[in-house]
């Protein structure tokens, strides 16, 4: 894909997260969501995030733009390319439109990846599988079955993100109770974090106590912040 500017982003932006934070004992992560076009918003939560100096490091839980544009790529990154701390972008349905994904792919990465931070995984998903006509592996069974076990003994815990959640209009339904089932095999599983829905929620959705935390858009100036120890987490809204 023809862009100018930066490329390659999670892949060098984890080994920093997973350089530094390896043994860290307390550790602070902040959930972002669907910047779409909202660039004036997103400026200002780039500027409240970097007023935080304790944040660890930053997620964006996909549509980082509206129609999937390169231009819109390059806005968005530069903006997020302010942040003080380390941050990874996982991609949303309205970043395939046109040719987004191939330039998600090329200026951030893969669309499955995952990271591990102070004995925790963070296992990244793409679940937008009406993007492919449900006719890809979406969600990426195999992938989640690698990650379950890869790196085994440098991580005991696990926390799962995706943009679009269970039965939501993104999300491959047909196979809604096959992937609430392979969630149970990732270790010391914590909780899963999403986008899409624009709106700041903590949901039960399969109503057996696996917390499914929503992050909200930029247009609605809040995000999240997760405060990891190894008693557990704590989970704040921010609004800015």
């Known amino acids: 894909m023809n862009f100018e ?7 060098r932006q984890i080994a920093r997260i997973e350089s530094t934070f390896a043994s860290k004992d307390t550790l602070r992560v902040a959930f972002i969501s669907d910047t ?55 991609i949303g349905n309205h970043d395939f439109l046109g040719t987004g994904n191939q330039t998600y792919g090329a200026m951030f990465g893969r669309m499955d990846f995952a990271f591990i931070a102070a004995r925790v995984k963070f296992v990244c998903l793409n679940t937008n599988a009406t993007e492919y006509d449900y006719m890809a592996a979406v969600p990426n069974f195999d992938f989640m079955e690698e990650e379950m076990t890869r790196d085994s003994t440098r991580f005991d815990r696990t926390i ?6 269970p039965y939501s209009d993104q999300f491959n339904n047909n196979v809604c109770k096959a992937f ?6 990732f270790p010391g599983l ?12 903590i949901d039960d959705i399969y109503h057996d106590g696996l917390a499914f ?26 609004v800015y």
């Open 213 to 238: 935390y929503g992050i909200d858009c930029a247009e609605h100036r809040n995000y999240r912040i997760f405060t990891i120890t190894k008693d557990g987490y704590e989970v704040e809204q921010i």
């Open 180 to 185: 609430r089932r392979y969630l149970d095999f």
């Open 190 to 201: 914590m909780c899963c974090v999403y986008g899409h829905n624009h709106t700041n929620t």
């Open 36 to 90: 779409h076009g909202w660039y004036s918003e997103t400026r200002d939560e780039v500027a409240d995030l970097n007023l935080r100096t304790n944040i660890d490091f930053v997620v964006h839980c996909g549509d980082l733009t509206d129609t999937g544009t390169t231009k819109e790529f390059e806005w968005c990154r530069d903006i997020l390319g302010d942040l003080r701390c380390p941050y990874v972008a996982l």
């Open 160 to 165: 799962v993100v995706m943009h679009a959640p």
């Open 5 to 11: 500017g930066d490329a390659g982003i999670n892949e």
